[in-house]
DNA sequence: CCTGTTTTTGGTAGCGGTAACAATAGAATC
DNA sequence: GATTCTATTGTTACCGCTACCAAAAACAGG
């Protein structure tokens, strides 16, 4: 930059503005700095004008896993609007691990992230201590958690959960069983549990735990899945798959065993991926608003960084799902 | 830092040193510092760090479309291996266009990344000539470009491609069918194209156009495609779909149209998703290591940046891929 | 005990920008 | 024409850390 202000004939500080607020500088001057700046392919330093200015334009993000698909779509809403204000994303997975994800933090922090999003809403204490310390607005989006860090942008598990619940259980199905992915730190399938017991309840239905069933990912575990509780408990005609491409993986078990679907077993699933709508039964499932919520987050960070929004600190903005039926059920 | 410097009755020097290369400092001093890091609970600024040592531990990646489920996996590879060594990565997507890319890089290059990934390998000579300049390490891992910018890890599409088709001519089929994603600034699909059109020549049958066709991605896609082709030409009797999950639409489509496949019509696929092992007929494919290319290039990328291995300056290294005959075909 | 070597620590000067304020020149006011 | 204001540019200090070299302390050999 020195090198551009000594051949424009200006000053550092006349070369730092024409890069940031074009606006204070003398048409003139603008010109000839750009020259320049074009001339020698001067490129400015990012990392010198975030220590100085003590701001930077990167935000941390953290999810359980990248490979997992239903990320990617509130990635790219995150993506897309912070691109729009120059932004950056880092991003890094925590292998649902809070301790890797409280490192994962602290490595963010020290980068001086200007915001951090973070997928899990299950947190070390140190970590949450670290972040508040820090003063960074911070963004939850996998769930809608009991006590908030700050902000949360999310819909309720618990809630669709107990939305498909019911469901089922005024289409007449009376021995629901349901499998979700691991709970262990996965809040977002224990709020899963959550709302279908609390829907069983409402529907006057006994719970039994030998049709509520935790699997890994994969279309492999829900055809295990479906295949295991049909067998221990014949009399089940509905099953609920919370999570990933289960119900996907159960549809194709029971297309191979002959059992007629929903004749002999209705299956719902959770997230609305494009494969569901077109196996064939195509299966009922939630629709849950992954882009926008990539696009909400994405908003009211950059309105708390830029225009210091304080007033959102704390804001919990429960984004609506919709529950879409379809032949399986 | 000073903070701490201060209260632990040492210089700044030291403290870094404790921080950065505790061989180097007593045994005492490291304990007292670390003892007053603990204490005011203190993190070290990288920016500040990076700009002082003009080192940094930021890797960018750009790819076309951050929600192509095909990327993950690469990304996922990047990502453990870059993590062990302390790197970050930052994401961006490009939306298939060379000068959003070009923009992207001059992003990165002004945050000054230390390595760059690129999926694409196409890029505006700008972009070109932008890396070069900045000399800091490149991997393209899409495709096996005629022109490397620098290092490539990735396998060839162009092989890749061959090999299915001619796998498809030797099971017998004579009429085959292509399909891929638009080929408008996407080389992966241009290689695919030429690999199938240097099978068909190799095998001795006949191009026609009518029957090579383009469309975007997802599953209605692939139904559209299947449809499209039978309609217009019914002596095809295969189908290659090189995207995507194209494969399993045109699949779907089949079934609902009544086409047995491979009777009336084999199909064969490009990527092995999970999905294709799973449906019925299962759908020949080619594994392609989606995964090593991460975890190579994060290799490659390093020994660059830490041990300055100037003689990977230019490598290419051509991951093997695997042809998997599965029902289908 | 002295000198030469090695280890450990500290001082200082940047890295490449920006904030804050000072200076200058031209425009506006009276 | 003198004074005040405004717009534009420059000066200086510092953001928080590390490279580089100097200094001091510890160790070794004769």
Redesign the pocket.
Known sequence: ??DVAVRA?????????V??EP????E???ERVLRVVREIG????H???N?????STTIGLIVPSIDNSIYTQTVKGLSEVLKRSGFQLMIAESGYDPNEEEELITIFLSQRVSGLVLHSTEHTPQAAEKIRKSGIPVVENGNIPEEPLDMVVSFSNHDASYAMTMHLGRLGYRKIAFASLYSVHNDRSKDRLKGYQAALKQLGLDPDPRIVLETERGLAAGAEVVARVMQSVPEVDALFCAGDVLAVGALFECQKRGWPVPGRIALASFDDVDLLRHVSPSVSTLRLPRYDIGERTARILLSRIMDGAEHLRGSVIDLKFELIQREST
Chains 1, 2 share one sequence.
């Open positions: 930059m020195r004939g200006v000053s550092t500080m006349t070369v730092s503005r890069l940031n606006g204070k500088v003398s003139e001057m603008r001067y490129l400015p330093n990392l010198a004008g220590l100085s200015s003590s701001r």
